[in-house]
T-cell receptor
Framework: DAGVIQSPRHEVTEMGQEVTLRCKPI?????LFWYRQTMMRGLELLIYFNNNVPIDDSGMPEDRFSAKMPNASFSTLKIQPSEPRDSAVYFC?????????????FGSGTRLTVV | TQLLEQSPQFLSIQEGENLTVYCNSS?????LQWYRQEPGEGPVLLVT?????EVKKLKRLTFQFGDARKDSSLHITAAQPGDTGLYLCAGALNSGYALNFGKGTSLLVTP
């Protein structure tokens, strides 16, 4: 298995532009998570899906952030409009049977820089 | 407010030394996991502990879950440069919740 695949690896964009981050989870995993990592705040959960349905989006910073999971093999995280404070590394992770199972498998992340 | 507090934040030691890092909370967790993250990559799972008082060993790494399931420790014996990385603890409040992560302990082992 190729693991969790995220694209792009790096994204540099200007303030006000729309940014779309993509994730392909491991086949057969039924839970998908989006996290954001910064030095100041560490890894923060943004949203997670179970069987393609959003379960908890309380970590989404504000209405500028939205996430979708149209099918079991694809998810997107969109920021519109982007702001410099959104600069961070965004990780997608997937798992089977929730947190008590074999842990989360993380992608390599997307490093977002908003200038 | 951070649900899981990790200490120390940074640790720099020489090859061959032993070390312990800590993960503490005022909340009770149904399970706790430790991950290691290397620069430019996502965290990778090392171990899951579920039972209070549980001890697990992974080669030179020893993980312990507190009796009250509120804290955990990771002990590394005879550290090697390959152990360098960010060690993250993560807890699940119950099976229906996603993992909460601590900010991590950044470990540097020099030859």
């Amino acid at each position: 298995d190729a693991g969790v695949i995220q694209s792009p690896r790096h994204e540099v964009t200007e303030m006000g532009q729309e940014v779309t981050l993509r994730c392909k989870p491991i086949s057969g995993h039924n839970s998908l998570f989006w996290y954001r990592q910064t030095m100041m705040r560490g890894l923060e959960l943004l949203i997670y899906f179970n069987n393609n349905v959003p379960i908890d989006d309380s970590g989404m910073p504000e209405d500028r952030f939205s996430a979708k999971m149209p099918n079991a093999s694809f998810s997107t995280l969109k920021i519109q409009p982007s702001e410099p404070r959104d600069s961070a590394v965004y990780f997608c992770a997937s798992s089977s049977s929730g947190a008590l199972a074999g842990g989360y498998t993380f992608g390599s992340g997307t490093r977002l820089t908003v200038v | 407010t951070q649900l899981l507090e990790q200490s120390p934040q940074f640790l720099s030691i020489q090859e061959g030394e032993n070390l312990t890092v800590y993960c503490n909370s005022s909340s009770v967790f149904s399970s706790l996991q430790w991950y290691r993250q290397e620069p430019g990559e996502g965290p990778v799972l090392l171990v899951t502990v579920v039972t209070g008082g549980e001890v697990k060993k992974l080669k030179r790494l020893t993980f312990q879950f507190g009796d009250a399931r509120k804290d955990s420790s990771l002990h590394i014996t005879a550290a090697q440069p390959g152990d360098t990385g960010l060690y993250l603890c993560a807890g699940a409040l119950n099976s229906g919740y996603a993992l909460n992560f601590g900010k991590g302990t950044s470990l540097l082992v020099t030859p």
